[in-house]
């Protein structure tokens, strides 16, 4: 077993992470002409402590970025049934009467969450391996997944402050954007040609009824009816998200509403085992919240900087808060909060940058909205994209 991550190194160090690149070794010995194009995805390996939902939910995700890849993956319940160990001492039988030619298991050797002040730091250490009918490993690709954040963005976007824990199916949706990347990244790193799966005809996909409901203060959970048993995604933008096949038929998942950008584009996607793949138009709950319709203009006089707001007529805000950095790709700092429409920063000494929020009667919040100096801008959807 290779060692976990010090996560108290990476923290005293300021939060600077650097995820090494997957680790792929081959058994030259046990080699492949190809790739599988049937396979069983065993139960995964993973150390007494971490819970077993998570555990699921990285396997499932597994299921899904193989049958993405191209693979047959067998259904799980002739697995669960046939299977009597983790290691599968039953591969014979699955060989047999239904011509599996290889076994992948994902092995869970840390899951690492932290909580702390300032922000979080989260990681999964794990890997991917594929074996053959006589159990010899055939490869393993591992990898270090992490994410950090919280009070102090490097990317210079207004703070959320500590991660909210919230619940989508079991899971906290942070956690299942990390689990999804470490999925993602191990399947991507397999070390064969991608099997061509065999052609279906895509009208035996169906996408039915599409509904979202808010889960959080910055989340969206989206569920979409479909045939069950198939490989479910949510592409934003170009953007793909596993859904999760929570009951037979419905596929669910989560967005942030900060995240979508600008006339942001939604597509649910089906795509089965054997390649065949249905498309369906998704419409965003977008958040309907006070903005800043003529944006911030940022005057400089006399190394004093003068902020002029100008809410929306529509959906008035209430109150303006105010963050400052002396870099523009942060972190921002809280440095007032106000309800006039000017405030002049006395404390200034020249060359700070700003981030705005509007909030109104009800406390909902706006997106950031980043100051320019003597020009006015529109409204800002990301509040990345000026920060």
């Given at each position: 077993?290779?060692?976990?991550?010090?996560?108290?190194?990476?923290?005293?160090?300021?939060?600077?992470?650097?995820?090494?690149?997957?680790?792929?070794?081959?058994?030259?010995?046990?080699?492949?002409?190809?790739?599988?194009?049937?396979?069983?995805?065993?139960?995964?390996?993973?150390?007494?402590?971490?819970?077993?939902?998570r555990i699921d939910?990285?396997?499932?995700?597994?299921r899904s970025e193989l049958q993405s890849g191209g693979y047959t993956v067998l259904d799980r319940n002739i697995v669960n049934t046939t299977c009597l160990d983790s290691g599968c001492s039953q591969r014979a039988e699955l060989v047999k009467r239904y011509g599996v030619e290889g076994f992948f298991k994902v092995e869970v050797e840390s899951i690492s969450r932290n909580n702390f002040l300032a922000g979080y730091l989260n990681s999964i250490d794990g890997s991917l391996n594929?074996?053959?009918?006589?159990?010899?490993?055939?490869?393993?690709?591992?990898?270090?997944?992490?994410?950090?954040?919280?009070?102090?963005?490097?990317?210079?976007?207004?703070?959320?402050?500590?991660?909210?824990?919230?619940?989508?199916?079991?899971?906290?949706?942070?956690?299942?954007?990390l689990a999804s990347r470490f999925v993602r990244t191990i399947v991507n790193k397999i070390p064969l040609e991608k099997p061509s799966p065999q052609q279906t005809a895509s009208a035996e996909l169906k996408i039915g009824e599409i509904k979202q409901e808010k889960i959080g203060p910055l989340l969206v959970q989206l569920c979409a009816a479909g045939t069950a048993g198939q490989s479910a995604s949510l592409v934003i933008n170009r953007v793909k998200s596993n859904l999760r096949e929570v009951a037979p038929g419905n596929y669910c998942g989560a967005y942030n509403v900060y995240d979508l950008g600008q006339d942001p584009q939604a597509v649910v996607e089906m795509r089965s085992a054997l390649g065949a793949t249905a498309?369906?138009?998704?419409?965003?709950?977008?958040?309907?919240?006070c903005t800043l319709d003529s944006g911030v203009e940022l005057v400089?006089?006399?190394?004093?900087?003068?902020?002029?707001?100008a809410g929306s007529s529509q959906a008035p805000a209430s109150r303006f808060v105010i963050y400052r950095s002396e870099d523009k790709s942060g972190p921002f700092q809280k440095v007032a909060e106000v309800k006039?429409?000017?405030w002049t920063d006395r404390a200034a000494a020249g060359g700070e940058f700003y981030q705005v929020v509007c909030i109104d009667s009800s406390g909902k919040r706006s997106l950031p909205f980043a100051a320019v100096e003597r020009s006015i801008i529109g409204s800002n959807r990301t509040g990345s994209s000026n920060a």
């Open positions: 077993m290779r060692s976990q991550i010090s996560i108290l190194s990476a923290v005293l160090i300021g939060f600077t992470v650097s995820a090494c690149a997957p680790k792929v070794v081959v058994n030259k010995e046990a080699a492949l002409q190809r790739a599988p194009s049937l396979v069983a995805l065993l139960p995964a390996d993973y150390p007494s402590g971490i819970r077993k939902e939910l990285i396997n499932d995700l597994a594929l074996s053959g009918s006589d159990g010899r490993e055939i490869f393993e690709v591992s990898h270090i997944e992490t994410e950090r954040g919280g009070l102090l963005f490097n990317s210079g976007q207004l703070f959320q402050g500590v991660i909210s824990q919230v619940k989508n199916s079991g899971e906290d949706a942070s956690f299942g954007n498309r369906a138009q998704a419409a965003l709950n977008l958040p309907n919240e400089r006089e006399n190394k004093r900087n003068k902020l002029l707001l006039s429409a000017s």
